[in-house]
Structure formats: structure tokens, C-alpha cells
Nanobody, 124 residues
Framework: VQLQASGGGLVQAGGSLRLSCAASGGIFRNYAMGWFRQAPGKEREFVAAITWSGAGTNYAYSVKGRFTISRDNAKNTVYLQMNSLKPEDTAIYYC??????????????????WGPGTQVTVSS
């Protein structure tokens, strides 16, 4: 499956962005989906994940209450709505697909497919 993230950009602190990740070449509902991010000089970290049906979600503590992950299986797309953005949210954001579709893994090593990432920059 191929993944393509979009929607990144430059925003002021307190602002919002919505990331999208479009999937192709596979059966989208066969995958749980996750968002990860990586800031310069830091390791890749878990942001949010969602099961194949959307019934289960999981969030990093640092984004809980500010970010919302959702998916539209008819459109083969997963979204990350990011509100109340902070400068520390600045990173490249990656979407990923996990064949273990019933789980919302926080470990990037469990994900099978990755997109190229989209830059999010939050200015103070």
C-alpha cells in the first residue's frame, strides 16, 4: 500500500491544521493507521492511532485533548485534526499502516507501510 500525507504547513501557536493521509494500492480497511512525528535531532515518536473501523483510538499524552485522529474508509483516508498547536509540535509528521488492524500500536516498528511525511511548523 502507498501512503501520501498532506496538509502540513506553517501556523502560529494556538492555531489548527488538519493532516490527511491518502492510501492506495491496498484494502484500506485491512489496516490500523497511525501518525508519528520526528523533530530535528529527536527520535520518531508516536502521536495517534486508530483501528480499522475507527472504533478504537489511542493518543500520546502530549497531544491528548488537542489532536483527533479519524478515518474515512470510503475515501481511503486517515486524518489528524490538530488544534491548540504549540511550538513543540513542530516536526515532520508521518502516517503509517499496520496490518494488525484491531490494535493501536504506539511502536513504530509494528507498522508495515509508511508515507514520506509532511512538515508542520508552529511559530511562537
Amino acid at each position: 500500500v502507498q501512503l501520501q500525507a498532506s496538509g502540513g504547513g506553517l501556523v502560529q501557536a494556538g492555531g489548527s491544521l488538519r493532516l490527511s493521509c491518502a492510501a492506495s494500492g491496498g484494502i484500506f480497511r485491512n489496516y490500523a493507521m497511525g501518525w508519528f512525528r520526528q523533530a530535528p535531532g529527536k527520535e520518531r515518536e508516536f502521536v495517534a492511532a486508530i483501528t480499522w473501523s475507527g472504533a478504537g483510538t489511542n493518543y500520546a499524552y502530549s497531544v491528548k485533548g488537542r489532536f483527533t485522529i479519524s478515518r474515512d474508509n470510503a475515501k481511503n483516508t486517515v486524518y489528524l485534526q490538530m488544534n491548540s498547536l504549540k511550538p513543540e509540535d513542530t516536526a515532520i509528521y508521518y502516517c503509517a499502516a499496520d496490518l494488525s488492524k484491531y490494535y493501536t500500536s504506539t511502536d513504530y516498528k509494528n507498522y508495515d507501510y509508511w508515507g514520506p511525511g509532511t512538515q508542520v511548523t508552529v511559530s511562537s
